[in-house]
């Protein structure tokens, strides 16, 4: 019972440190594509998304960290199609995604402490909890660079009518 405890208290520690840490990194920070962000190929459908992970029918269920953190943006919906937000949402979930990777790792500490297979199934905990919001911030992202790569032409035609 004391080692649940433990393992309790020490995820919550673990994904609120990383979680404020996160946040406080500058958004600039996550302004420009790397090899972790980046939409591949086989993604830009959103094919496997969609089909395989059934996405649509399960994102809405993500819960907010910014509610529990009280800090960052909130990805829970699109308010606006104005470029500059739609750009920090994509920021953001570039943020949300390094964070969740990020949460898996401490999972190998619970082996510390715990019996060979309870470290098991804290690493499939681990695994379990964040893959769904990493699936979700890269299906939405994809959908974004999309908007945002069509508002970008849309700009430069607008521009090559007036001139």
């Excluded at 964070?99 to 619970?110: A, E, G, K």
């Excluded at 911030?137 to 908007?147: A, G, H, P």
């Amino acid at each position: 019972m004391e080692t649940i405890l433990i393992d309790i208290v020490a995820w919550a520690f673990f994904h609120i440190a990383i979680s404020l840490c996160m946040a406080a990194i500058p958004s600039s920070k996550f302004e420009y594509d790397n090899n972790l962000y980046r939409i591949r190929e086989w993604e830009k459908s959103n094919q496997l998304w969609s089909r395989l992970f059934q996405v649509k029918k399960w994102k809405h269920l993500i819960p907010d960290g910014t509610k529990i953190i009280q800090k960052g943006f909130e990805k829970k919906s699109l308010i606006s199609n104005n470029r500059d937000y739609l750009f920090m949402f994509l920021i953001e979930s570039r943020r949300a995604e390094l964070t969740h990777w990020l949460s898996i790792l401490p999972s190998v500490f619970f082996f510390l402490w715990n019996p060979l297979w309870a470290g098991w199934v804290m690493v499939v905990y681990a695994l379990l909890f964040n893959m769904p919001i990493i699936i979700a911030q890269r299906y939405n992202r994809n959908r974004l660079e999309r908007i945002l790569s069509s508002k970008r032409k849309s700009v430069v035609k607008r521009e090559e009518v007036l001139n």
